[in-house]
């Protein structure tokens, strides 16, 4: 059984590092970014997910505790105004914009997974149907699978910065040093650090 949550930042490259409340820290690691994050809607991080349980940034992208309160959060997004006053045609134009998808197919998709039709009014979907349409969207993107480790109290990584005049003078302090990932801070864990971590060769 896994833990529970309780902060995340950015791995080495694509990865993902969770701290769990029994104190040991998980990578995730392969798969989407969509499921690195436990963000099936990749939505951005920010005051709307912070108020939904992201738990950490990507340095764009929230990341959250686990998969349900990803799929909430989409829920959430979907009931605000700016999607409620729309068809379900209208709220898939403003979240997936024809240019950057194919948004034909994304509606034969959500109508065939959903049974609902393009036309339906979003104010007349209950919150379980939203959730729904949510989970539609996600599996329609290709939110797919990757693989969960803990990560032993030995492993390494230097720590970089930027090397530019905004880096913070602690994180500078800290530029090009061998930590673990049990020591804290960690590069870009706090909101608009830049920094990052690397491997040891």
Request: some cysteine; overall charge negative.
């Amino acid at each position: 059984m896994e833990p529970t949550y309780v902060s995340a930042f950015p791995g080495i490259g694509t990865t993902r590092m969770y701290v769990g409340n029994d104190g040991n820290i998980y990578e995730a690691s392969g798969g989407s970014r969509a499921w690195r994050n436990n963000n099936p809607g990749n939505l951005e991080y920010g005051k709307f997910t912070r108020d939904n349980g992201a738990i950490g940034t990507d340095g764009r992208f929230a990341i959250f505790p686990d998969t349900a309160t990803g799929f909430n959060a989409m829920a959430s997004l979907l009931a605000t105004n700016s999607y409620q006053k729309l068809t379900i045609e209208g709220a898939i134009n403003r979240y997936a914009p024809p240019n950057e998808n194919n948004v034909e197919d994304y509606l034969k998709s959500i109508e065939r997974q959903t049974g609902f039709s393009r036309s339906t009014p979003m104010n007349n979907l209950s919150k379980d149907n939203l959730l729904n349409l949510a989970k539609a969207m996600a599996k329609h993107e290709g939110n797919m699978s990757g693989k969960k480790r803990l990560v032993p109290r030995y492993e390494k990584y230097v720590w970089v910065t930027v090397g530019d005049d905004e880096v913070r003078p602690e994180h500078e302090a800290l530029d090009g040093k061998v930590r673990t990932w049990y020591d804290t801070p960690h590069p870009g864990e706090e909101y608009g650090c830049r920094c990052h971590a690397e491997s040891i060769d």
